[in-house]
């Protein structure tokens, strides 16, 4: 019995995620976007342009993507769902150098700038989440560098 619930522990361990808070997009924005794209499609069929109505395509599809960002045990990950097609962008912890904490920008939530090399991703949580975000982060890789971003 100690050992089911010992494995219970460690498999809660490993499935805890975070979810990020992704901004909406606005609906001026999305049907400026599939109008674009069928602005594109139209002109590259009248120029006979192929690649212009492969773009117009995507354009169209990217309005209807769904996004989420996910912080697990495991690494950080943007989740995209696209028309019933999923994708995963995941970054292991053992990739990421450093994570730099912004209070300022979107109060009252925190951003997370989680960079692996010269890339770096924006992540936004709520204020209440911070302290088992970076235990789980120092938990993951102790090497990570973990900072503050200061403002003047």
Sequence with gaps: MKQ???EYKIRKER???HYGIIPKRGIGIKIG???LGLYSIYTSILNINLFYILFGIILIFATFCRKKHILTADGVDIYY???GFRFHNIWKW???RSVHLDYKNSKPNVEFHISKGIVSRRFIFQNLNICEIIEVIKKANSKIYISEIERK
């Design 4 to 6: 089911i619930i010992l």
């Design 15 to 17: 499935v805890m995620e």
């Design 33 to 35: 976007a599939i109008s």
């Design 81 to 83: 769902s696209i028309c």
């Design 94 to 96: 053992s990739e990421i």
